[in-house]
């Protein structure tokens, strides 16, 4: 396009021109005087001159400005001009500077390559914090589950410590004190056998059996407690005869039960089979049974029943021993290595027969539960579903 052409479309578009240029925000235009009064600036120099215009212009700065000698028509500068405060933000943006007899004139505006670079180098760093904050919401929740795993762990941990704690207490104490009875019982039978009569050799024979059976099943327990704790003990069901079951554990406990002159009876029906572990079921029944002729005074009862109910099989164990108030029902069966009374013959307990009871209720994914007044007896109930797991 020639110049002569270039000048009349600009001169007939010269007010549109004039008023897009000042109003520009890409555009930055003051005009001062040469003593330092500023006499226009559009919006956006206002923004970057502020209250003291002069004293914002840093490099270069107004007086220096003012010593660039007159050109005509020409820029007395051109170049990147600072304006703002060293002390806190500053801005530096390509400018050219003119100067008319009494008045300068600033023209800065935006260096758009230096901008773009900018964007891009704002889109990479965005770029970088998403994905660091990525990982770092990723590392949080890794932390948290870490966390959380070891906290597990210590309570884990924690309850390991007071189990074997209370396992060395019970070894300490709970077999030491019937081994003292059963060795002192026999040291007065082999010293004085010649001299005793037979209703004082029964007494001494009688607790000699009681100590022997009470520390055995202590020890038995013990012992299955601790496969339990190294998970030595595999969860194997398989179709049993319960009635069939019941009356293997009977067999076991009947002199137990003779001791105390205490009847037994089952309510089972005989063609009850069910799916379960039989070992855990004979350790299950054992430890109830036995518990109930420890707790039942002499010539009292106990009632086995057992039946199916929907798609459960529901054993309960019934006596009309001394029972307990709630306050020691609700935590029978919370924590290994429970205090317990003793029998009504002075029976010792560790408790953790019933611990057993509910571990291997658990594993057929059953409940147990109880029901008891004091002197008035105690039922335990126990329930298997019909449908458990193959393996634990």
Same mark, same amino acid.
């Given at each position: 396009?020639?110049?002569?052409?270039?000048?009349?479309?600009?001169?007939?578009?010269?007010?549109?021109?004039?008023?897009?240029?000042?109003?520009?925000?890409? #555009?930055?235009?003051?005009?001062?005087?040469?003593?330092?009064?500023?006499?226009?600036?559009?919006?956006?120099?206002?923004? #970057?001159?502020?209250?003291?215009?002069?004293?914002?212009?840093?490099?270069?700065?107004?007086?220096?400005?003012? $010593?660039?000698?007159? *050109?005509?028509?020409?820029?007395?500068?051109?170049?990147?001009?600072?304006?703002?405060?060293?002390?806190?933000?500053?801005?530096?943006?390509?400018?050219?500077?003119?100067?008319?007899?009494?008045?300068?004139?600033?023209?800065?505006?935006?260096?758009?390559?230096? #901008?773009?670079?900018?964007?891009?180098?704002? !889109?990479?760093?965005?770029?970088?914090?998403?994905?660091?904050?990525?990982? !770092?919401?990723?590392?949080?929740?890794?932390?948290?589950?870490?966390?959380?795993?070891?906290?597990?762990?210590?309570?884990?941990?924690?309850?390991?410590?007071?189990? *074997?704690?209370?396992?060395?207490?019970?070894?300490?104490?709970?077999?030491?004190?019937?081994?003292?009875?059963?060795?002192?019982?026999?040291?007065?039978?082999?010293?004085?056998?010649?001299?005793?009569?037979?209703?004082?050799?029964?007494?001494?024979?009688?607790?000699?059996?009681?100590?022997?059976?009470?520390?055995?099943?202590?020890?038995?327990?013990?012992?299955?407690?601790?496969? $339990?704790?190294?998970?030595?003990?595999?969860?194997?069901?398989?179709?049993?005869?319960?009635?069939?079951?019941?009356?293997?554990?009977?067999? !076991?406990?009947?002199?137990?039960?003779?001791?105390?002159?205490?009847?037994?009876?089952?309510?089972?029906?005989?063609?009850?089979?069910?799916?379960?572990?039989?070992?855990? !079921?004979?350790?299950?029944?054992?430890? $109830?049974?036995?518990?109930?002729?420890?707790?039942?005074?002499?010539?009292?009862?106990?009632?086995?029943?057992?039946?199916?109910?929907?798609?459960? #099989?529901?054993?309960?164990?019934?006596?009309?021993?001394?029972?307990?108030?709630?306050?020691?029902?609700?935590?029978?069966?919370?924590?290994?290595?429970?205090?317990?009374?003793?029998?009504?013959?002075?029976?010792?307990?560790?408790?953790?027969?019933?611990?057993?009871?509910?571990?291997?209720?658990?594993?057929?994914?059953?409940?147990?539960?109880?029901?008891?007044?004091?002197?008035?007896?105690?039922?335990?109930?126990?329930?298997?579903?019909?449908?458990?797991?193959?393996?634990?």
């Amino acid at each position: 396009m020639n110049s002569s052409l270039k000048n009349k479309i600009i001169e007939y578009w010269e007010p549109e021109i004039l008023h897009a240029v000042v109003d520009t925000d890409y #555009l930055s235009i003051a005009v001062f005087t040469i003593e330092g009064k500023l006499l226009f600036a559009n919006k956006p120099m206002s923004r #970057l001159l502020g209250s003291s215009p002069k004293e914002r212009l840093l490099n270069p700065g107004f007086d220096k400005i003012c $010593l660039y000698p007159l *050109k005509e028509k020409e820029p007395v500068f051109d170049g990147f001009i600072t304006f703002g405060s060293y002390s806190e933000f500053n801005i530096s943006l390509p400018a050219l500077i003119y100067r008319k007899e009494n008045q300068i004139l600033i023209l800065a505006r935006e260096d758009f390559e230096k #901008l773009h670079e900018q964007n891009k180098t704002l !889109l990479l760093l965005n770029r970088e914090i998403n994905n660091l904050q990525r990982q !770092l919401i990723t590392e949080k929740k890794n932390l948290e589950t870490t966390l959380k795993q070891l906290d597990e762990t210590n309570r884990e941990l924690t309850k390991i410590n007071r189990q *074997k704690d209370k396992f060395f207490s019970v070894i300490a104490h709970d077999l030491r004190s019937p081994f003292n009875s059963i060795l002192g019982f026999a040291a007065i039978l082999k010293e004085n056998v010649s001299e005793l009569s037979p209703d004082e050799i029964e007494k001494y024979t009688t607790h000699l059996y009681d100590s022997s059976l009470n520390t055995y099943n202590l020890l038995i327990n013990l012992l299955e407690w601790a496969s $339990l704790q190294r998970e030595a003990i595999r969860f194997n069901p398989e179709l049993i005869v319960v009635g069939n079951t019941v009356t293997e554990v009977l067999n !076991l406990l009947k002199e137990q039960a003779f001791q105390k002159s205490i009847s037994i009876e089952t309510h089972i029906p005989k063609a009850l089979q069910w799916n379960a572990d039989k070992n855990m !079921l004979t350790i299950i029944l054992r430890n $109830l049974i036995s518990n109930s002729i420890k707790f039942t005074p002499r010539e009292g009862k106990i009632n086995i029943s057992a039946r199916q109910t929907k798609n459960e #099989l529901e054993i309960s164990v019934t006596d009309n021993g001394v029972g307990m108030p709630e306050e020691i029902s609700k935590e029978l069966f919370l924590n290994e290595f429970n205090e317990t009374s003793r029998g009504t013959e002075n029976e010792k307990g560790s408790g953790l027969g019933l611990a057993l009871c509910k571990e291997f209720v658990e594993f057929h994914n059953g409940k147990i539960e109880v029901k008891s007044q004091l002197n008035e007896g105690t039922t335990i109930t126990f329930f298997l579903p019909g449908l458990v797991e193959t393996s634990k």
